[in-house]
């Protein structure tokens, strides 16, 4: 006889706590996703959806990192199931990158000659006070600002 597979997930201690806001979040995002982007480029549909990926990535951040609420298996079962991007995450601790909005504005190969993006350069360096980033929509995610 074959095996049957059950798709139960255990859940560790401390997930009561923040499934709710998680929930939330992925309702959300859901909406973003579904919401209708008549009249918007192409990259602006898509702003809302980086955004809310970022809020749920620094809320577990936070909870862990900052106010050490969650235990790391709690952490490690949030990062293995996608509610939150290791590898945001990871950039975060880094010195200089504690506010970036997404991978996508540090890397050279997606901006004119070889840079990152305008979104990067602290605001009392820059030419023009309100910027928008092409990428997600953020407005500053440099560090010194």
């Given at each position: 006889?074959?095996?049957?597979?059950?798709?139960?997930?255990?859940?560790?201690?401390?997930?009561?706590?923040?499934e709710?806001?998680?929930?939330?979040?992925?309702?959300?995002m859901?909406?973003?996703?579904?919401?209708?982007?008549?009249g918007?480029?192409?990259?602006?549909?898509?702003?809302?959806?980086?955004?809310?990926?970022?809020?749920?990535?620094?809320?577990?951040?936070?909870?862990?990192?900052r106010?050490?609420?969650?235990?790391?298996e709690?952490?490690?079962?949030?990062?293995?199931?996608?509610?939150?991007?290791?590898?945001?995450?990871?950039?975060?601790?880094?010195?200089?990158?504690?506010?970036?909005?997404?991978?996508?504005?540090?890397?050279?190969?997606?901006?004119?000659?070889?840079?990152?993006?305008?979104?990067?350069?602290?605001?009392?360096?820059?030419e023009?006070?309100?910027?928008?980033?092409?990428?997600?929509?953020?407005?500053?995610?440099?560090?010194?600002?």
């Amino acid at each position: 006889m074959p095996k049957i597979k059950t798709s139960r997930v255990k859940y560790p201690e401390g997930w009561e706590l923040i499934e709710p806001t998680l929930r939330e979040l992925e309702a959300k995002m859901r909406e973003a996703e579904n919401d209708p982007h008549d009249g918007k480029r192409k990259c602006e549909a898509l702003w809302p959806i980086f955004k809310i990926a970022h809020q749920k990535s620094r809320y577990i951040y936070d909870l862990y990192y900052r106010r050490k609420e969650i235990s790391k298996e709690l952490y490690e079962f949030c990062l293995d199931q996608g509610h939150a991007d290791r590898n945001l995450i990871a950039k975060w601790k880094k010195p200089g990158y504690e506010r970036l909005c997404c991978l996508r504005c540090m890397q050279t190969r997606d901006h004119n000659f070889a840079t990152t993006c305008v979104c990067r350069v602290p605001k009392h360096l820059r030419e023009e006070k309100v910027i928008e980033c092409v990428h997600c929509g953020c407005r500053g995610c440099a560090s010194g600002d």
